[in-house]
Each structure stands twice: as structure tokens, then as C-alpha cells.
């Protein structure tokens, strides 16, 4: 039964909050140390490095959660659960975690949905203009796959899934929503070893922009956090994380290219998409639209 003790249900204690902490750096470590075994000097959005990264981020995937299952216990006299819906694989509420959370995240980027609609493709309608644009964005079949189905799957599963369940008996829910995305940022900063290797940019604008990569995924990284311990769904974090990679960064330099009367309403969107996003994240995230039964919040 679900939720009742039994061989197959598992619980995570907190032996050590050290232990915790060095287990998400060795996952994190591992996850990106598996991009760089390949000998080649090609740059990362060449498709033969894509489909090398991409197999090296998918074995380190499905290792993680055997990583992590050395330090579960079994659930003998207090109420455990699967491994799967540790990992935030379950049936419950499933529909719900499929919509909510993306809908959620898209009213937080009413400003930057608004400015893609007012493009210089705004005489299409939205239902050929998000297709278009999806495609300009990649640049190229590899790199769609990269950034839309590798790279959200498995760095929601690594950084998320199999990190929370370690980090909330030691840290608690909030602690560990500020935590996690900490590996989750850093994870990020081997962008430098790429770009100090190309040679392309001087190694101060690198640097810079590693920082601020460093900032804005950490960032996100908490709002999935959120998400994950909120609803108890991994698959919500991976499709928030595929639309925030579509969106991007928020294109704030090309606000005054338009008109007076348009910067006034993009800057408004950008008001009320943040301020209805911080009225509406509590409600819609409430554990109970989600059957979640794990993560109780005090």
C-alpha cells in the first residue's frame, strides 16, 4: 500500500548533514566531470559533442538514484515510501503537476511572452509564431535536443530528485530549497573551461558572464526546488525547465527599441506577471492539489 511500511518502502534520515552536502557535491562533480571524458576540441554546440555529452548526462542519470539508495532506510515502523516517489516519480496528482506549475511559471514571464508576441513576427498568430521561434532558438535538430529533452531531464533528476531527498532531513524544506540550487549553479560555471579554451571573448567577459550564469540558474534552480518539494512530481520541474530554457533570460536591453506606448505596457507586464506569480505560487503549490504526502510544510 502506498505509503505503509514494507520491504519496498524507503525512508532518508540525516546521519550527517556533511555526508548530505558532499553527496550532492559528488553528484554534481560527476555529472559535469562526464561531459569532459571525451578528447576532442570541438566547440559544445557541434552535434558530435551534443550526442557524446548527451549519453555521458544520461548514464550519470541513471546512476544517481542508485547513488543515493545506499543511504535510504528501510521503513520499519514509521510510514516510508518507493524510491520512485522519492525520486518524484508517482501517480498521484499527476495531471495536475503536468499544467499548474508550467502555467504558474508562464504568468511570471507575462513581460517576456508579451514582448514575443509583439515581435517582429506579431502578424502571425501565436500558434505559428511559438513553433517558429522554438526552431530560431535552437538552431539546429542536436541542439533543440540539448536544451529541450537532455539537458531539463537530466539535471532535473540529478539536481532535484535525487538532491532533496537527501538535503530536507538535515536542512529541512526551506534550507534545502537555498541549498540545492547552489550545486545547480556551479554546475554551470564550467562554461569558463570552454570558453577560456576557444579563446573566442577575453577572459574577463567570461568570467562575467559565468558569474551572472552562476546567479540566474541558481535562481531557477530554487524556484524548481520549490516546485519539487511543493508537489512531489519531478516531471514538473522538467517542464518548467523546458520553458524557461525556450524563454531565456528575460530581454530587458530590447525594451527601448519599441515604442513609448509599448515600453509602458512590456514594463507593466513585467509588474503584474511578477506580482500575480507571488499572489498565486502558495495557492497553486499547495501540496494538497498534488496528493503530496511527503514534504510537509509548517
Same mark, same amino acid.
Given at each position: 500500500? *502506498? ?5 519496498d ?43 557524446r ?17 545506499t543511504?535510504?532506510? %528501510? ?9 520512485? %516517489? ?36 506579431? %502578424? ?64 554551470h ?12 571573448r ?11 550564469? *552562476? ?52 514594463c ?25 504526502e ?5
Open positions: 500500500m *502506498f505509503g505503509s511500511p514494507g520491504k518502502q524507503l525512508i532518508f534520515q540525516c546521519g550527517s548533514s556533511m555526508k548530505a552536502v558532499l553527496t550532492c557535491l559528488l553528484l554534481a562533480i560527476t555529472y559535469v566531470g562526464s561531459l569532459y571524458i571525451w578528447r576532442t576540441n570541438l566547440p559544445r554546440d557541434d552535434p558530435s559533442t551534443i550526442k555529452r548527451s549519453l555521458s548526462a544520461a548514464i550519470v542519470t541513471l546512476l544517481a538514484p542508485v547513488c543515493i539508495l543511504q535510504a532506510h %528501510q521503513a520499519k515502523d514509521v510510514k516510508g515510501y518507493t524510491i520512485w %516517489q522519492h525520486l518524484g516519480v508517482r501517480q498521484a496528482g499527476l495531471i495536475t503537476s503536468l499544467s499548474v506549475p508550467l502555467l504558474l511559471t508562464m504568468v511570471l514571464f507575462l513581460g517576456p511572452l508579451y514582448m514575443l508576441l509583439i515581435s517582429d513576427t506579431r %502578424q502571425l498568430s501565436p500558434v505559428v509564431l511559438l513553433p517558429r521561434e522554438w526552431l530560431a532558438r535552437s538552431k539546429g535538430m542536436a541542439i533543440a535536443v540539448r536544451n529541450y529533452i537532455v539537458g531539463p531531464v537530466t539535471e532535473e533528476i540529478v539536481f532535484r530528485a535525487c538532491m532533496l531527498p537527501l538535503l530536507v532531513p538535515c536542512l529541512g524544506n526551506l534550507r534545502a530549497v537555498f541549498v540545492c540550487p547552489l550545486f545547480f549553479g556551479v554546475a560555471v564550467h562554461h569558463v573551461i570552454e570558453g577560456l579554451r576557444q579563446g573566442a577575453r577572459p574577463f567577459v567570461i568570467w562575467v558572464g559565468a558569474i551572472f550564469q *552562476f546567479f540566474y540558474t541558481t535562481v531557477f534552480g530554487a524556484l524548481s526546488a520549490f516546485l519539487f518539494l511543493r508537489t512531489g512530481h519531478v516531471i514538473a520541474c522538467i517542464i518548467v525547465h523546458i520553458f524557461c530554457n525556450f524563454m531565456g533570460f528575460p530581454a530587458f536591453d530590447e525594451i527601448p527599441n519599441h515604442t513609448p506606448l509599448q515600453r509602458a505596457v512590456i507593466a507586464t513585467f509588474v503584474v506577471g511578477l506580482l500575480l506569480f507571488l499572489y498565486l505560487l502558495l495557492p497553486l503549490t499547495s501540496p494538497e492539489r498534488y496528493a503530496n511527503m514534504y510537509q510544510w509548517s
